[in-house]
């Protein structure tokens, strides 16, 4: 193939990318949220169109047919009206970064093989560094594949600093920490993989508003050093993952301090709650922690996998992370392969650099502001019309029942399913420690409008009553 060949190919591939791309967001509301998937249609399509592989097939009819099974065969959660789990829509530009960073292919894991790159994502945790309260020259900060592995990051720095044999001999047997019972599962696969185990972490309870419980963390401390164990560390949560709760982020600093113990927050989704001047506030005690977790495809409006692991001890991160491989080039700067979990790394942080350059930041807090102000009309709504929202946080997350269910279960997941079916929105279902089950819905969509909303709203009536047709 010569060079204008090779040139059109190209022009053409990316031009019908971006009719694909743009002719599903044009007619996103016209596609249902969520629909029923047909495992068997799919397999068949698979095995039909690509058998074991035996021909090869033009690239556009290949664009063509991946973008139909994804416009079919899934869930949309960047549909404004998916009130789902925490996958946001996703701005545009991230989606041009996430091209030229398949493109390029820069090998992130050694500074000077992939200078800019390496720069670029340097700058844009550095922003959110000092946006945090970490003083940037003394921290560590990096991107991750998201929440999880930032997660992992933190307590594994954590029992690097707090054990000295941990990163030798692994770590003592009765090393234990603590996070509300509201936190995230993550944990407890985090618990495994450090080899502490899974009884290691220490559920804490939470007050009538879901937030840890202060007292029963200082209780549960003491008895665990009465018992010969050794306390490390504890998560506070930044946005619950079942009902956005902000655990009390500053009276759990002041335990950490007291007690010697690492404080780390998990703010997978609520980070950016720190960038809003009307959250601001609630996020007060963040600037306290030892480490912080922080996703970008949560709610900045960037694809997955974008997580953040930002550390105020870059000595244990360098400790935790050290290894010497004769083959890897040496750098002049830090070389994230020494320095952060991954070796391979790929250059995560374009998007949200591409986002915030050019929206500025004025421009994504304006998307961040817009959707907690549907999370507060979608509130009002439903409280109008009667449901009963159970969970108090300022961040657009309701959970919320309805008296007419009268507390049971199988009534509410009735509703769920038929709300669901009708493909029109998508919220979930949650059972928060309370022993409240509830409707969950999320505001996850910089793109959901009030119109959006009112949809809800109407879809939850006309199957509450359904399902009071039906009770
Ligand atoms: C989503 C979430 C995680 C896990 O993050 P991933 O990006 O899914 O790995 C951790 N903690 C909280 C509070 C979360 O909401």
Known sequence: MNEISQATETQAAFARLAEEIE???????????????????????????????????????????????????????????????????????????????????????????AAAANEIERMVLRFFLECLGFDPDTSAANFTTGGAEANLSALTVALTAKFPTYGMDGAPGNAVFYASVESHGSLGKIAHQTGIGRRALHAIPVDEHLRLDVDALRRQIAADRAAGLQPFLVVGTAGTTPAGIIDPLGEIAGVCQVEGLWFHVDAAYGGAARLSSELVLHMNGIQ???????????????????????????KAVEQTYAIHASYMPSGEAVDPYVTTIQWSRRLIGLKVFMVLATLGIDGV??????????????????????????????????????????????????????????GEVWISQ?????????????????RTDEADIDALVDALERALEGESANG
């Open 23 to 113: 002719g599903f967001y044009e007619g996103i509301r016209d596609l249902p949220v969520a629909q029923p998937v047909d495992l068997e249609a799919i397999r068949a399509h698979l095995g039909a169109t690509y058998g074991s592989f035996a021909s090869a097939q033009p690239v556009i009819e290949v664009i063509g047919d991946v973008a139909r099974m994804l416009r079919e065969w899934n869930t949309h959660v960047t549909h404004p009206r998916n009130f789902g789990l925490f996958n946001p829509s996703v701005h545009l530009a991230s989606v041009y970064a996430d091209t030229l960073t398949a493109a390029f292919n820069p090998q992130l894991a050694v500074w000077t093989h």
């Open 288 to 314: 306290r922690a030892d480490s912080v977790t922080w996703d970008a495809h949560k709610w900045l409006s960037v694809p997955l996998g974008a997580g953040m692991f930002f550390c105020k001890h870059r």
């Open 365 to 422: 807090v304006d998307l961040i502001d817009r959707q907690t102000q549907m999370g507060d009309l979608l509130r009002g709504k439903l409280k109008e019309r009667g449901w009963q929202v159970v969970n108090r946080t300022f961040l657009p997350v309701i959970c919320f029942t309805h008296p007419a269910l009268q507390g049971d279960d199988a009534r509410l997941a009735a509703l769920l399913k038929r709300l669901v079916d009708g």
């Open 430 to 446: 949650v059972s928060l420690s309370t022993g409240v089950t509830a409707l969950r819905a999320c505001i996850t969509s910089f």
